[in-house]
């Protein structure tokens, strides 16, 4: 079965150093890999997404993410992050092909940023 | 509409109850998702529908849950027996039909129900 793992329950970072947010699936094919941030209060909103090309992935706020079949990751990365930053980030992978169209989420990862 | 909206926001229930929680999709999105999260969790899958059809229902955990398309648009879901452990936020998506690929998931805001 899919699964996905983020090892981080809870980080904290200083405003203007760099994050990378872990993220393992398990999936026999090509995966289908997202990144969604949740603010409090707000809804889920994508970061980023792969699911073929280049395995580096742009997103929006200055996210990016790389995939790593070698070692089934799909790591989120920002080089300076800034305060509006805090919320909850959570890895997600949907099987590659076919009607199954649902997303298996990770468990989230708690991001705080010291000033 | 201009996002998924989900009515109410805020539902508190007895336990044994019926609720019934709405989601109004993006217009035109002819793909329809509901999921269940609890605190401290991620988004766990309920159902999925393409159009009025429910395409993949496995994440429903018992017949105690309900969902209906009826017009392809609007989508409810219905929770007979409300149990204590049905506590959490409810979010409803929506993307076009193959948009979650393209452009991912547009979320609700979700509808916290609070069984008592």
């Known amino acids: 079965a899919q699964s996905v793992t983020q090892p981080d329950i809870h980080i904290t970072v200083s405003e203007g150093a760099s994050l990378e947010l872990r993220c393992n699936y398990s999936?026999?094919?090509?995966?289908?890999l997202f990144w969604y941030v949740q603010s409090p209060g707000q809804g889920l909103q994508l970061l980023l997404k792969?699911?073929?090309?280049d395995t580096l992935v742009q997103g929006i706020k200055g996210f990016e993410a790389e995939f790593k079949r070698s070692q089934s990751s799909f790591n989120l990365r920002k080089p300076s992050v800034h305060w509006s930053d805090a919320a909850e980030y959570f890895c997600?992978?949907?099987?590659?092909?076919?009607?199954?169209?649902?997303?298996?989420w990770g468990l989230g990862t708690s991001l705080a940023v010291n000033p | 509409g201009a996002g998924v909206s989900q009515t109410p926001s805020n539902k508190v229930t007895e336990k044994g109850k019926y609720v019934e929680l709405r989601c109004d999709p993006i217009?035109?999105?002819?793909?329809l998702y509901w999921y269940r999260q609890s605190l401290g969790q991620g988004p766990e899958f309920l159902i999925y529908?393409?159009?009025?059809?429910?395409?993949?229902d496995s994440g429903l955990p018992n017949d105690r849950f309900f969902a209906v398309r009826p017009e392809g648009s609007v989508s409810t879901l219905k929770i007979q027996r409300t149990e204590r452990g049905d506590s959490a936020v409810y979010l409803c998506?929506?993307?076009?039909?193959?948009?979650?690929?393209?452009?991912?998931?547009?979320f609700g805001s979700g509808t916290r129900l609070t069984v008592v």
């Open positions: 997600a992978v949907r099987q590659g092909a076919g009607n199954n169209r649902k997303l298996i």
């Open positions: 999936y026999g094919a090509t995966p289908y």
């Open positions: 792969y699911f073929s090309g």
């Open positions: 217009s035109g999105h002819t793909a």
């Open positions: 529908f393409q159009g009025t059809g429910a395409a993949d």
């Open positions: 998506a929506s993307t076009d039909r193959d948009g979650d690929v393209t452009s991912g998931y547009t």
